[in-house]
């Protein structure tokens, strides 16, 4: 719906699972005058557009509170920013029947007890106690205490089930859990009844607090980047607020200070501790060109850093961006049991009622026995545990990776991950440094064969171009000081090289294969081409017309942790492959120098048709370095950008290595193992669990409080089983 009206920014107490989330966002968009609808579960926020002609502020808010929510409207210089603001949320998908939460985390320094689900905890407590106390001063009176305390301390969960039941969710927990403390009552148990409710509360509690610990690692990652910097002005150096900073401006900053924003060092030397940003364990020395990242630690040395981003558009602003939207792209194994949830909790409480209802009229079975087992069924059959199993597992999984610099978007990237059968690697930048130097140049064998010559026009048609072979060959240029004419005219020949007019001639830099259809090569050219390829060379040709002006060989070398990485890879049953669009003899050697197979002289097009071939005979995943290779990294079951959390390789993959090693690959199989792993204990407990106690219920062994533990207790455990993960750790053979 479209609403032209005022921009509101509420945080909202209380919504901090994916069902919370997807519950406000039905309402408030069912809502006339509503637009723009935008949450965050990470930052819990609630972003619209209302139109106050349609509907009134004070009636969102009202809406909000009777779903059991806390709304505080923040000021507009606190609001989120569209730019990284959460995701929004299909309602559909994420609309998990049976499952409706009212916890409280003790969030924003607020102490457990002062939130919501803390108060109800501490009033149902002191009810219990009251009535406990009371049934011992004058035990005929105690039944009518328990059955206050059951009452008063189920009546909060009452008006939220009402208010569900009103937007469409009939069979929430709070129902469930509402129906049973009024039929204890009813039935003469109620002092089981008031511990329903009291226990009800504190698993409720203790479950927001475990889920305020899944979204901590995020909030410590969004308190990095410093509130101020120092800021460079041709009067001296001034503080300000490191959010007011523009790109183009200059900052210093000192030893031990954090940098303030993404930017490039212009002046100073320095070890920088990245840890916070990439999971990067050693300081790493930088200098003048260096790209650093806000957040990051400066051990040593004065900087003076050019701000490349704004505050809004960090690498960490990036990040938490990224983490808001995996929370709505579900894995496979959690769209089945939302799906199974839907059909699951109706079907308990049929089961329930019939359990109750047909003994004692079919076969004159007494009453009280059998409504009594209804009741317990009722908080044994409630999806909770189940609906959490899977939500609650790959949010800390995706925490855990983003700690180590391995960004994962979404729940289907991180259960694909694991699955895949072969990992195709690009070459420059992937499995190489992706710095290449110039090695070697090759003049042609005339009276004009001049190397500067030659490397001048080379760079003439390369400057500008953001590719490595380019920039190494422009960089060539500029140290041995040769002044380099400018171009133009100039464009990109896709998989074959460059050309450009350059002080009027034509000038390409291409490929061998391209040359030798574009000019003739002697024999010695041809030689030195097959020699230089041989040894793990790039080899390009450059070309005056159709004229060869000469050769220029160029090599990147492996990255460091390549060899063991891709060892890793096979220790884990997964089949690592190169795809390279050089020449065939390069890519020959630098694949036997790691011990992989290798397919070369591919087109962007070539890759695609191998991904969709190994894609037929198992999941692939490509990584590749987010530039050249998006199509392949769109086309795989899995995209991984390596990188330093490039545009690009934040937005096309499905996950990103900030580290930019390989063996982060490894890592994130592993990761991905490891929390389906989680999930299929989880889903193993809370179905198990229930199993068990649906039979000692129907053979008499189960009363209501142990019915209770059996929905709550399973929840918290699940919950804290799923915690696990944030302390995971990779291992390395």
Known sequence: MEAHGTRLSYFVEGMDCANCVARVEKMVGGLPGTGEVKTSFTRQTLTLELDESQTSRAALEKNLRSLGYGPSLLPDRDAPQTGEEAHTHDHADHQHAGHSHSHDPAEQGKPWYRTGQGQLVVASGVLLTLAWVFGHVEPGWAQWGYAAAALLGAWPLAKKAWASVRLGDPFSINLLVTLAAIGAVAIGQAAEGAVVVFLFAVGELLEGVAAGRARAGIATLAALAPKTALLVEPVGVREVPADTLQVGQTVQVGPGARVPADGTITAGQSS?????????????????????????INTDGVLTVRVDRAAADNTIARIIHLVEEAESSKAPTARFIDRFSRWYTPGVVAVAALTAALPPLLLGQPWSPWLYKG????????????????????????????????????????????????????????????????????????????????????AAV????????????????????????????????????????????????????????????????????????????????????????????????????????????????????????DNARTGQAVAADLGLDVQAELLPADKLNI???????????????????????????????????????????????????????????????????????????????????LVTTLLGYTNLWMAVLADTGATAIVTANALRLLSWRPRHD
């Open 272 to 296: 920088l501790d990245d840890s916070p940003v990439t999971g990067e364990s050693v300081p790493v020395s930088k200098g003048p060109g260096d790209h650093v990242y806000a957040g990051s």
């Open 375 to 458: 009741i317990a069924l009722l908080l044994i059959g409630c999806p909770c545990a189940l609906v959490l199993s899977v939500p609650a597992a790959i949010t800390s999984g995706i925490s855990a990776g983003t700690r180590r610099g391995l960004l994962i978007k979404g729940g289907a990237a991180l259960e694909t991950i694991g699955s895949v059968r072969t990992v195709a690697f690009d070459k420059t930048g992937t499995l190489t440094n992706g710095r290449p130097r110039v090695t070697d140049l090759v003049p042609a064998a005339d009276p004009h064969g001049d190397p500067a010559e030659l490397l001048r026009l080379a």
């Open 462 to 581: 390369e400057t500008g171009s953001s590719h490595p072979l380019a920039q190494a060959i422009t960089a060539e240029a500029q140290t041995r000081g040769l002044t380099v004419p400018a171009a133009s005219e100039a464009r990109a020949l896709p998989g074959q090289g460059v050309t450009a007019l350059v002080e009027g001639r034509p000038v390409q830099v291409t490929s061998p294969i391209f040359a030798a259809s574009q000019a003739t090569l002697s024999a010695e050219q041809q030689q030195a081409v097959v020699t230089l390829e041989q040894q793990g060379h790039t080899v390009v040709v450059v070309l005056d017309g159709g004229r060869v002006l000469g050769l220029i060989a160029l090599r990147d070398e492996p990255r460091e942790d390549a060899r063991e990485a891709l060892a890793q890879l096979r220790r884990l049953g997964i089949r690592p492959l190169m795809l390279t669009g």
């Open 611 to 693: 991904i969709d071939e190994l894609r037929a005979q198992g999941g692939v995943a490509m990584v590749g370095d987010g530039i050249n290779d998006a199509p392949a990294l769109a086309r795989a079951d899995v995209g991984i950008a390596m990188g330093s959390g490039t545009d690009v390789a934040l937005e096309t993959a499905d996950a990103a290595l900030l580290r930019g090693q390989v063996q982060g690959v490894g890592e994130l199989v592993q990761l991905s193992r490891d929390t389906l792993a989680n999930i299929r204990q989880n889903v193993a407990f809370a179905l198990g669990l229930k199993a068990i106690f």
